[in-house]
């Protein structure tokens, strides 16, 4: 990402992601980017937007600068529809009443299964990470957006342990699975907007962003991917976009 002045990777990143969130749906946000794409979408053009917190907060309306750093923060809850215990949230997600979920990862394979669980051997790993919380429920049972940094660690042919299922082993190996419903969606990084193929469920390249290659992409990748045929480019953001998102976040706490 090369000539979109003034705007950091983190804010390419909470913008991208807000662009794939429509106005009367239900999402169900992760702290950080997540929260905060969710929350622009709100401001700029979803105003019908419902956002979920895994704390159990129904239809949270964020202030700016005031980003809670945990979606169990009370202050999550200001100007909320209402607040449920956890179990009671994470409920809804089986009753189908949830569009979206929206999620970052550590890693991240070909077939878009998430893992937050550890890096290396199961018996002696490398690195331990935070682990599912409800991240399983979540890409089990709606249609995932991700967005994370883009790095060849991260995006890896298989992932060292499946935390959050997206197309399994690709094909229908999902469906016949027991997940007969949702998927991976969106992946969005600060180079380059992914889907998944219709069959092979692969993951795909949709659009580059400004100043990237084709390249780059594939040389920040641990796989191969697919590349859309026609291959768009996306839109730089605007500086209503970078405004709204500032005033959110004035501190620069996700966007640094």
Same mark, same amino acid.
Request: charged share 20%.
């Given at each position: 990402?090369t000539d979109?002045p003034?705007c950091t990777?983190?804010?390419?990143l909470?913008?991208?992601?807000? #662009?794939?969130l429509?106005?009367?749906q239900?999402?169900f ?6 929260l ?5 979408a ?13 704390g ?10 005031k =980003?809670p ?8 809850t200001?100007r ?9 949230v =994470?409920?809804?997600?089986q009753?189908?009443y949830?569009?979206v ?8 394979d070909?077939?878009?299964?998430l893992?937050s669980?550890?890096?290396g ?5 490398r690195?331990? =990470?935070p ?5 399983n ?10 967005a ?12 060292d ?9 690709g ?19 600060? =180079?380059?907007?992914?889907?998944f193929?219709?069959?092979? #469920?692969?993951?795909?390249v949709?659009?580059l962003n ?6 780059q992409?594939q ?8 590349f859309?045929?026609?291959?768009s ?15 959110l976040d ?7």
């Open positions: 990402m979109v003034h990777a983190a804010e390419m909470a913008i991208l992601s807000a #662009r794939q429509a106005d009367g239900v999402v946000a992760g702290v950080g980017i997540p905060l794409a969710a929350t622009l709100q401001r700029l053009r979803c105003p019908g937007l419902t956002i979920l917190f895994e159990g907060v129904i239809g949270a309306f964020v202030e700016p600068g =980003l750093p945990s979606t169990n923060d009370q202050r999550c200001k909320a529809n209402m607040v449920l215990g956890s179990a009671d =994470l409920l809804l997600l009753r189908g949830v569009d979920g929206f999620m970052g990862g550590a890693q991240i070909q077939y878009g299964n893992n669980s550890f890096i051997d199961p018996a002696a790993p690195t331990r =990470l682990g599912t919380g409800g991240g429920d979540i890409s089990s049972l709606t249609n995932m957006i991700v994370m940094k883009h790095e060849r660690r991260r995006f890896v042919k298989a992932v342990f499946i935390t959050s299922p997206g197309f399994i082993r094909n229908r190996t999902r469906a016949e699975s027991g997940l007969p419903a949702g998927g991976m969606f969106r992946v969005i990084t600060e =180079l380059a907007v992914f889907g193929d219709d069959e092979s #469920r692969r993951m795909k949709l659009a400004p100043g990237v290659s084709r390249e992409v040389d920040n990748t641990g796989f191969e991917l697919i859309d045929d026609p291959l480019m996306t839109a730089p953001p605007t500086d209503h976009e970078l405004g709204t998102l500032r005033h004035p501190e620069r706490l996700f966007t640094a």
